[in-house]
């Protein structure tokens, strides 16, 4: 699914048409990662494989 947006320029008569990327970022999910398993999970949800929750804006524990 592609959206595009319409700019228009100084002539009326010109518009140019450009992609709109509607992408969701997503993480690797470590606890898959150490046991070899590729899993991207979106932010603030759960891993489907383990249930790990993947937040990048929660303070790491040390």
Do not use: F, Q, W
Not at 6 to 15: D, E, L, N, P, Y
Request: aromatic fraction near 2%; charge should be positive; hydrophobic fraction near 30%.
């Amino acid at each position: 699914m592609h959206s595009t947006v319409v700019k228009t320029t100084t002539h009326s008569a010109m518009t140019v048409l450009e992609p709109v990327n509607h992408t969701i970022p997503g993480y690797p999910c470590p606890t898959c990662a150490a046991k070899g398993i590729e899993t991207i999970v979106i932010n603030g949800r759960s891993c489907p494989k383990c249930g790990t929750e993947i937040d990048v804006n929660k303070p790491k524990d040390a």
